[in-house]
């Protein structure tokens, strides 16, 4: 790339003086169109009189005066790159030169430099007329030397690419003359060399071709039919050959701008005469309009001052007999103030440290305005009783500054409303509000929603499931207010807190580490600790406690009878019981709590369906009816029992049952039967002991319930005494609670022996409750109560007793 630092002729816009303190020199950088993204426009680091590592210092950086980013600035070489392919015919149209803004800021201390990039042309488009073929009427008799205006090829290119010639295939009749306009564009005439006779010859093709000055040269044709007419002796005349008005911009459409008149001294027809377009450009089509028969130009488009400043077009007379003449007609354009100032902000201070002195400058912002003489010339305002103003600098830059101190507690930002007007009549007005928002300090430590939480989570979880949230909020900004979270080291159940639980680091989202079971743990706590990013940093802790739900996740388990098959499980049931009769009783546990262990009991499947009925509730066998003879003497009973958790879950027990005459004899011989099943006869001694130590044992059982419940009673009440605060005690206080999640066990039970004649072996059955259990415990002092109570409470649970005879 050519660069030219000091350039200063060729365009008239470039008259400005360098700029002192914030506005410092231009520079003016040249670059053909159409070259690649990422192609070298120039390096500034010269022309800035800065190293490389100055310039990053100092936040290089590049702002386009335009609506769209051409260029960028490397930072870390000062080469200023192209960002996107340009096309100069799209961004200035004909304008000459095409000249890119842009500036160059650099901050501590605060510079802006001009940059001007000159977009030359390259040889991208051909020529191009507006038709492919041309109809060119000439009456025979026309004078030697007459002149027809062709029409002109359009040239997207400029200068030397632009069309610099005209040529014509050979012809006797005509030549080809190329001329020039006062601002070097060419066109050509069709000058007639030797008379027409339509009887001859009355019509005949020329190859009209343009030729731009390019390399390699572009060529575009146009076909010229020429029509050669009957005579018709007599040429319109315009009254004028020139005609110059003004129109006012933004006119109303059918505004009148100019009308044209030409006369014919011919009589008929060939006097009659019309009024069109020759040779214009379409800028000139779409802004206005040309009456055919009475000459008259008006608007009939946007007219904008901005766009084009002047028109020039020709207009051409036709009489009846197809004679034409052309007379010249130029617009001007009058400015009105139909634009309003434009703010452009290109540097802000934000957070702006509420410490600054005054004079520091928290904003830059330029103001222009598209209009021209007074009615670009502007004016910038703020609003009053801030601790900012407003300091001019050259080239309608403006530097927003401190004034007075600036206290953040009082005001954490300021909304400025900048007002520009200009000069014009009316004044147009326009304004931007600019954001500054007041640096903090860190003065407020973290501040969680609540004193302390509480979480559910339920057992056998997913590993990784969320288990809530604990949020603190900073009353502090940005990195003052950042909040990190994390877990203070513990135990859970001699284990690191990190085994159960991890926290999110940035939402506070407390997530389960592996899966957990309530029947090993019910809850645990944990601390979460909130620290923000300031320096020095605070912080703050709040206790999470969090409770495992119990899952119904544990089937019933027959406790009795056995279902392990290792022993004869016979109950004997004599032929003379009536109903209502117990045979037995089933009893199962489940250790899941609360309704999850509720169990319930149904019969299955019998040998006899109408003989046996189950208890629902405490899975009592007992016989509907009475017994007679005819019922088989060995009976089978599937029972099913099922906790009320959901889903529910089930198990079922198979109880065997004797019909007898008697228990006299513990081998007593089998009754005959289809399948030759032998029953034994009962042993009556083994029977009798067992009885005796039924008695013995339940009486011992007893007098140690009774010990029991003695001293829970006694603990109750100290517990009472000391701890009325944690407990209180009312009317309305049961002072026999149950545990509703203690289980199916947490009860004493008293036990019945029934002997089986079949068998040397019977199991104790288990009955209901004779006494209730006390689950509370007396409190502790410091946090001790809890797991203590705790203690106590998994005690009772697990109070379930079997005992086997043999």
């Known amino acids: 790339m050519e660069m030219h630092p000091n350039k200063r002729q060729g365009w008239s816009f470039f008259l400005y003086l360098c700029m002192c303190g914030g506005i410092c020199e231009s520079f003016v950088y040249v670059m053909p169109e159409e070259m690649k993204p990422g192609s070298l426009v120039g390096n500034v680091l010269e022309d800035l009189k800065v190293d490389v590592k100055e310039l990053s210092a100092r936040e290089g950086r590049l702002v386009s005066k335009s609506a769209k980013q051409y260029f960028q600035l490397d930072p870390h070489s000062g080469n200023v790159l192209l960002k996107d392919r340009i096309d100069r015919e799209a961004l200035c149209g004909q304008k000459d030169p095409c000249v890119l803004l842009s500036e160059i800021v650099l901050e501590n201390p605060l510079q802006v430099h001009r940059m001007e990039v000159e977009i030359q042309d390259v040889n991208d488009n051909s020529p191009q007329f507006s038709e492919k073929e041309f109809l060119l009427e000439i009456p025979e008799q026309t004078p030697l030397n007459t002149r027809f205006p062709l029409e002109r090829a359009k ?77 018709n002796d007599n040429v319109p005349q315009f009254h004028q050959s020139l005609y110059k008005v003004k129109v006012m911009e933004n006119s109303q459409p059918s505004t009148l701008v100019a009308k044209v008149e030409a006369t014919d001294r011919d009589f008929g027809s060939n006097a009659d005469i019309t009024y069109s377009f020759g040779q214009v450009p379409e800028n000139v089509l779409r802004s206005f309009k040309l009456n055919k028969q009475t000459g008259e130009l008006i608007v009939a488009g946007t007219i904008d001052y901005e766009e084009d400043k002047n028109y020039a077009m020709n207009i051409k007379a036709t009489d009846g007999g197809g004679l034409s003449a052309y007379c010249k007609v130029i617009v001007e354009v009058e400015d009105r103030n139909d634009n309003a100032p434009e703010v452009t902000v290109t540097s802000i201070t934000s957070p702006f440290p509420e410490d600054s002195p005054q004079d520091t400058v928290a904003a830059l912002f330029s103001v222009t305005d598209q209009d021209s003489g007074d009615n670009g010339r502007t004016s910038c305002t703020i609003e009053a009783n801030l601790p900012f103003m407003l300091k001019a600098s050259e080239n309608n830059y ?37 954001n500054i928002q007041i640096s903090d300090v860190n003065d407020n430590s973290p501040i969680f929603e609540k004193l302390s939480y509480e979480m559910q989570l339920q057992e056998n979880n997913i590993p990784g499931l969320l288990i809530g949230v604990a949020q603190a909020k900073d009353l502090d900004m940005e990195q003052n207010a950042k909040v990190t979270y994390s877990l203070l080291p513990g135990k859970i159940s001699d284990q690191p807190v990190s085994s159960y639980v991890s926290i999110n680091s940035e939402t506070g989202n407390l997530y389960a580490i592996r899966s957990l079971d309530y029947e090993h743990i019910k809850d645990f706590q944990v601390t979460v600790r909130a620290v923000d990013s ?17 899952e119904n996740d544990n089937a019933p388990f027959i406790l009795y009878p056995l279902q392990n098959g290792t022993s004869p499980n016979n109950d004997l049931v004599p032929r003379g019981a009536e109903a209502g009769y117990l045979v037995t009783k089933v009893v199962a546990v489940d250790r899941d709590s609360g309704q999850n262990s509720w169990l319930s009991y149904e019969l299955l499947k019998a040998t006899e369906p109408g003989l046996f009925s189950v ?111 944690n407990f209180p005690v009312g009317p309305n206080f049961p002072e026999n609670c149950g545990d509703a999640d203690a289980g199916s066990l947490s009860r004493a039970y008293n036990y019945e022996v029934c002997l089986s004649g079949g068998s040397l072996n019977s199991e104790f059955r288990f009955l209901r409750p004779l006494f209730p259990v006390f689950p509370v415990a007396p409190a502790q002092n410091q946090g001790d109560s809890r797991t203590s109570s705790h203690h106590i409470e998994d005690q009772h649970r697990s109070q379930v007793r079997r005992i086997d005879l043999t």
Do not use: W
């Open 398 to 434: 403006y530097q927003l500054v401190t004034q007075q101190p600036l206290d953040r507690e009082r005001v954490s930002e300021y909304n400025i409303t900048i007002t520009a007007t200009d000069k014009g009549s009316p004044r147009l007005t326009s304004t931007r509000i600019i």
């Open 534 to 550: 300031g320096s020095p940093p605070l912080s703050s802790e709040v206790m999470v406690r969090v409770v495992v739900m119990d």
């Open 155 to 231: 040239d997207a290119d400029r200068g030397e690419n632009a069309v610099q010639n005209y040529t014509l295939s050979s012809h006797d009749h005509c030549r080809l003359d190329v001329q020039s306009h006062g601002d070097g564009s060419k066109y050509a005439e069709l000058v007639l060399e030797k008379e027409l006779d339509r009887e001859e010859n009355a019509q005949f093709f020329l190859i009209l071709s343009a030729i731009d000055g390019g390399t390699p040269k572009r060529t575009g044709t146009a076909k010229i039919i020429i029509h050669v007419l009957d005579n």
């Open 615 to 725: 208890g629902a509730q405490n899975g009592e066998v007992k016989t509907v009816r009475p017994i007679n003879k005819r019922d088989t003497y060995k009976q089978k009973l599937i029972i099913g029992v099922k906790d009320n958790g959901h889903p529910p879950q089930s198990t079922s027990a198979t109880l065997s049952i004797l019909l007898v005459d008697g228990f006299s004899d513990p081998y007593m011989k089998m009754v005959a039967t289809p399948k030759e099943d032998v029953v034994e006869e009962e042993d009556r001694n083994l029977t009798l002991y067992l009885v005796i130590c039924l008695a013995a044992i339940s009486f011992i059982f007893l007098i140690s319930v009774m010990v029991f419940i003695a001293i829970k009673i006694q603990k109750r009440r100290k517990f009472l005494q000391s701890s009325t605060q």
